[in-house]
């Protein structure tokens, strides 16, 4: 009834609703937004890295930086839990973030801002000296319909940029970068452009070295597409007054961020974590990993969640099965939907890509009477199709299993998150503590 209730309520209403409560916030921590630097980042993928990047090239360079983000709040060495599934937190939850971070001395606040949270309303009457665009892709189609409407959305971080800042977009990404370039200049704004054709000398394999502005860089994390993201922030430090030498430093040490292409296990069982959850950052992570298996074969493991755009399984089924030997459908949490129904749509993608269903396991007790059939298989897709959180860890002890030497498993999907939804229910999960106590009984 109350959901029912939510979705009469014109939009505006919810817009204004939040608005209304970033403003009683604002006023009871006494504005702190007016005193900090705030830079915006947003994108359908790479924000976070992009984000992180930014606030340790400020942390590196000797200034006081908080960080919200998708992963947590930071403040110098310090951090705070945003909440679950949270990129950008709740209205009323901002300003005491910011107040807290302003109180410990902070000069600049890296923000990791959500389509949703822009649509919303969420993000008050914040302004940003600077804001990032990683890209537009399509993402969030069941909330935003269209590619028009969520690219929409992202816009208004450039509405949310002062008059007298700039506004830094990524031209390699061609139909959001007219989208933005037309929107910025009409509101005449500022802005730079970034490009991988203003780099030199790449060399990509663990790390990501490169020449750009005749500084070299070595970036020590995998997948190309971070140069990319490292542009986007090298970019936005230029603005704030930190040239390209003290960006080129302060990378040098850049660790990659919990859960986003995080290297697990050892030499003989080699698993890579990650947060790829649509399908441009799924086919973007996948094919850094098979130009990282030159010899051995590529086990991809993901879901996709419930009550999130729909058309998207099958595109990731699709990528997935061309780009991967094995593929591991498992729950990504899907709420109150039907787990069997979701993984159906990605095996429809995997098939259409020519790859053949091996086993669809229905209860756990199967699983684990037949899992030792298919150890030795190096083709295929498997799909783990009980609504609980034992599916997933069942298919990542599946995945260990399959493994030989020079093989990859990557785990797709939850990465730094810290629980799983079935029904309307959070339960705790922690993949990466799970493969980790998996590899600790699987030689």
């Not at 490169?210 to 490292?230: E, M, R």
């Not at 430093?249 to 959850?277: Q, V, W, Y």
């Not at 609980?388 to 093989?407: N, P, S, T």
Request: some cysteine.
């Amino acid at each position: 009834m109350i959901s029912t209730l939510k979705k009469l309520v014109p939009d505006f209403v919810k817009v204004f609703y939040h608005k209304f409560r970033f403003l009683i916030s604002s006023i009871k921590y006494s504005f702190p937004q007016k005193k900090l630097k705030l830079i915006g980042v947003t994108g359908s993928s790479g924000k976070s890295t992009t984000s992180f990047m930014l606030y340790h090239i400020l942390k590196e360079s000797g200034k006081n930086v908080g960080l919200i983000s998708t992963v947590g709040a930071y403040l110098g060495d310090k951090s705070l839990d945003t909440g679950l599934h949270v990129t950008t937190p709740d209205a009323h939850n901002i300003p005491p973030f910011l107040k807290m971070m302003l109180k410990e001395g902070a000069e600049y606040v890296v923000v990791e801002v959500s389509s949703h949270a822009l649509a919303q309303g969420r993000l008050g009457n914040l302004k940003f000296d600077t804001s990032v665009f990683t890209n537009i892709t399509s993402d969030h189609l069941d909330w935003h319909k269209t590619w028009e409407n969520y690219a929409t959305a992202k816009s208004k971080l450039i509405d949310m940029t002062k008059k007298d800042g700039v506004v830094v977009i990524n031209k390699d990404d061609t139909k959001s970068y007219e989208f933005l370039k037309n929107k910025i200049e009409k509101q005449s704004k500022k802005y730079e452009e970034f490009s991988i054709g203003e780099v030199k000398d790449i060399s990509s394999t663990l790390e990501q070295s490169f020449v750009y502005d005749n500084q070299q860089f070595n970036i020590p994390v995998i997948g190309s597409y971070n140069i990319s993201n490292a542009l986007g922030a090298i970019k936005a430090c230029s603005y704030l007054g930190f040239n390209t030498k003290d960006s080129s430093r302060a990378l040098k040490s850049f660790n990659t961020l919990p859960g986003h292409m995080e290297i697990l296990g050892n030499e003989n069982k080699r698993i890579i974590l990650d947060f790829a959850h649509n399908t441009d950052s799924l086919e973007k992570s996948l094919v850094e990993i098979r130009n990282l298996t030159k010899k051995g074969k590529v086990i991809s493991l993901f879901g996709s969640a419930g009550l999130r755009d729909v058309k998207k399984r099958y595109d990731m089924g699709l990528v997935a099965g061309k780009l991967s030997d094995v593929v591991i459908v498992v729950p990504e949490d899907p709420r109150i939907e039907s787990l069997k129904e979701i993984n159906d749509e990605i095996i429809r993608g995997c098939k259409d890509s020519n790859m053949s269903i091996v086993k669809r396991f229905l209860t756990h007790d199967e699983y684990l009477k037949e899992r030792e059939k298919y150890i030795s298989l190096d083709k295929g897709v498997f799909a783990f199709d009980y609504e609980e959180v034992q599916a997933r860890v069942d298919g990542i002890e599946l995945g260990l299993k399959l493994l030989k030497k020079d093989d990859i498993l990557i785990t797709q999907g939850k990465g730094h998150e810290q629980s799983m939804c079935f029904g309307k229910t959070e339960y705790e999960y922690d993949e990466k503590k799970v493969i980790n106590n998996l590899l600790k009984n699987i030689k």
